[in-house]
């Protein structure tokens, strides 16, 4: 019962993804275009999450970018906008007089998600890069690609100025060196490490059907009894 329950709590965080095939479909058939109104939201919301994060880190002293939010939360969305936006104008979807407002925008929403510290969203943004310039390779030009690449220097560059997100990098590089050389201790970068090893392990015992919605908790949960693990949360955190 306990399985079940956990499962379909589960199933509950899918539910808006389930729900946005048929929302997706009846657009489609309504041939409603979209595109340019939520284009326009994304610029808009460079400022914003720029704005909010200056005021949380250099005004109100907070560590890490968050205004209301989880600062994980709020890096991940502001580095989502920004990442929407250079790949609507690298393909084409904006027009030419636009452009400039769109790079404005996610240079802003860029250094939003570094000021919050959330270093799944900077783990993104060169994947993502990467993976987007290599599907758009025959198409990009040089300058375009040059442009890419100051932007993202710039946010690098600027983000240096920050003590606080100079510590949080070097920590993170310190820990997972720890981790890598084989000490387990439990910090954020290992526990995920950890988390994704008994996922591959809980993975290649039941390839096929898996083990249920739900189950990842109780197999964390077995391996902690048996302290045959270090970690001390049951949740999937990464």
């Excluded at 990442?83 to 996610?106: D, M, P």
């Excluded at 890069?129 to 040089?142: D, E, P, S, Y």
């Excluded at 100051?150 to 993170?172: A, C, T």
């Excluded at 290649?204 to 970690?231: A, F, R, S, W």
Aim: glycine share 8%; net charge positive; proline share 3%.
């Amino acid at each position: 019962a306990e399985d079940i329950s956990s499962g379909i709590q589960r199933l509950e965080k899918l539910f808006f993804l389930f729900c946005f095939f048929p929302s997706y479909f009846a657009v489609q058939r309504m041939k409603l275009n979209l595109s340019y109104p939520f284009l326009f939201g994304m610029v808009v919301a460079g400022p914003i999450f720029a704005s909010m994060s200056v005021y949380s880190v250099y005004f109100a002293g907070l560590a890490r970018a968050r205004v209301a939010y989880s600062p994980i939360i709020f890096g991940d969305m502001a580095m989502l906008v920004s990442l929407l936006l250079i790949a609507a104008c690298f393909a084409r979807w904006v027009q030419r007089k636009y452009i400039f407002f769109c790079l404005i925008s996610a240079f802003a929403s860029l250094y939003a998600a570094v000021l919050s510290g959330s270093r799944g969203a900077w783990l993104s943004l060169p994947i993502v890069g990467i993976f987007f310039l290599w599907i758009h390779r025959k198409r990009i030009t040089i300058g375009e690609v040059l442009l890419a690449s100051i932007l993202f220097f710039l946010v690098i560059g600027v983000s240096f100025f920050n003590d606080r997100i100079n510590m949080r990098m070097i920590k993170s590089g310190q820990n997972i060196e720890r981790f890598v050389t084989g000490d387990e201790k439990v910090t954020s970068e290992s526990a995920r490490l950890m988390m994704w090893k008994i996922g591959m392990a809980v993975w290649k015992k039941n390839p096929i059907l898996g083990t249920g919605v739900g189950d990842y908790q109780h197999e964390i949960k077995k391996l902690i009894n048996d302290h045959q693990t270090k970690l001390k949360k049951v949740y999937g955190h990464s």
